[in-house]
């Protein structure tokens, strides 16, 4: 059998690089092997700007508007032929950082060509450990595929679910409680908690910190105060991971502690649970035909029941929230932990981080097309709520309840007769009406509750859609 390993153009192995690479292609640009080399080079070359800027290093000349313009350059012309250069040095220093370094220094050659300026180039990767690179680089990939990419996607999501929250805002629904018939809502309502709840999640993540540090070996300054004592060597440090966008962590050991990454993969985690529930919820809602799924579209629902069209947008958003919430899991329980100044399991685990947030944005992806190809079906709704009459029991005996707290007579045990009336049996308007018309209740409060019915029990469920923000 021939090995499909040998064909070309190459097959990608794992599903985001191949099946699905057009739904998490934007990713590619944040968090791909390439991208984490290209923030490598960007870090490298502001710290060297940093450094000339400030003529840290005594004697160092700054470098020239033009020189620094040129720099700079470099990281936004990065492209396929630096990826091939990075690669084949790496094979020669079997590290993948000092092949960037290394990499920087032909660039800076070219650039400031002068003799006298050949001293320049020890100032990249100056006083830095590997870790210094990476810990910003990381921070400010996670940074852009988050705020670029992720955070636009979910937070469109959310806003499909309030709009369509507020179109079904009064379209009563037969609510659900362990699975039986309870008290009645709308489906807006319904819809309205579920876009309640992953906005707030994504408040969280709008709030969370990238933090940074550059600080050497193990966290003292120690190479940086032998190189140059006379330094503000916090000050340098503070202002440098500050200007990157970043917040500075003062306080590390060799790598930087990666709590923010618990935090944040915590936070996005949670969002994919609530959006689990959102699919698993409409999931159910199409099975009860509450919602019609757009027909017409050429698609097949069942290899051979022509009839069917599956659900299977949301099925397939549910098993990528769970290859993805098992990642962010995994990332945020093992980021924490680092055997006393520095092991190197952070290294290999964070080069998840790309599929973990694939897997999300795949899932987003996919509910929002599901969601987009709704027709919700009050008919049905309301054919359900026209066989569940006993649904009323609850409000009937709530008001025997305040009656009889009045001293109005007769209304004793209002739980026990309503429970003899309703439980394990069908009953429809005429009994409940009949039933009612027999209670004694004052004149206006009968007629009242004469009146109900299940579609208009609903409470105050269209203003509570209001709410939303």
């Known amino acids: 059998m021939q090995s499909l390993a040998d064909a070309t153009p190459q097959i990608a192995l794992g599903a985001l690089d191949g099946r699905y690479r057009p739904a998490v292609s934007p990713l590619i640009d944040y968090l791909s092997e390439p991208a984490l080399n290209r923030m490598r080079v960007h870090v490298e070359v502001e710290w060297l700007i940093h450094l000339t800027s400030r003529q840290v290093v005594p004697g160092v000349r700054q470098l020239t508007d033009d020189e620094q313009a040129a720099l700079r350059q470099v990281v936004e012309d990065f492209g396929p032929d630096d990826i091939a250069e990075l690669a084949a040095t790496e094979k020669v220093t079997q590290h993948d950082v000092k092949a960037v370094e290394y990499y920087l220094k032909e660039r800076l050659a070219q650039i400031a060509p002068a003799p006298e300026d050949r001293g320049l180039a020890e100032l990249i990767h100056f006083c ?25 996607r979910a937070d469109a999501l959310a806003e499909a679910v309030a709009s369509m929250a507020d179109d079904l805002r009064d379209v009563p629904l037969l609510a659900h409680t362990h699975g039986q018939p309870a008290t009645p809502t709308t489906m807006g309502k319904e819809l309205a908690v579920l876009a309640h709840r992953l906005m707030r999640q994504l408040k969280r993540i709008q709030k969370d910190e990238y933090l940074g540090k550059i600080n050497g070996a193990t966290g003292t300054f120690g190479a940086h105060l032998a190189a140059v004592p006379e330094a503000d060597w916090l000050e340098i440090s503070q202002s440098f991971v500050e200007g990157l966008g970043l917040t500075w962590n003062p306080l590390t050991t060799q790598i930087e502690s990666h709590d923010w990454q618990a935090e944040i993969y915590a936070d996005i985690a949670r969002y994919n649970r609530v959006l689990h529930n959102l699919c698993t919820d409409v999931w159910s809602y199409i099975s009860m035909g509450y919602f019609a799924q757009v027909r017409g579209q050429g698609t097949v629902g069942s290899s051979t029941m022509p009839h069917k069209v599956n659900p299977i947008r949301f099925e397939n958003a549910e098993a990528n929230l769970e290859v993805s919430n098992a990642l962010l899991d995994v990332l945020a329980s093992t980021l924490v932990t680092s055997r006393l100044q520095r092991d190197l399991t952070d290294s290999s685990m964070q080069r998840n981080i790309g599929t973990a947030l694939g897997h999300s944005l795949l899932a987003i992806d996919n509910a929002g097309r599901g969601l987009a190809g709704l027709d919700a079906v009050p008919e049905a709704m309301a054919a359900d709520l026209d066989r569940n009459w006993e649904v009323l029991g609850e409000p009937i005996q709530s008001v025997m309840r305040a009656l009889g707290a009045q001293g109005v007579p007769g209304m004793e045990e209002p739980y026990e007769r309503l429970k003899e009336l309703t439980r394990g049996q069908r009953i429809g308007q005429p009994e409940l009406v009949e039933f009612v018309r027999g209670l004694g209740l004052p004149a206006d409060v009968e007629e009242r509750v004469a009146a109900m019915t299940p579609a208009t029990y609903i409470g105050i469920a269209p203003q509570l859609v209001d709410l939303l923000d």
Do not use: F, H, K
């Open 128 to 152: 830095c450990t590997s870790e210094d690179i990476n810990n910003l680089s990381y921070a400010l990939m996670v940074q852009g595929a988050v705020e670029e990419v992720w955070l636009p």
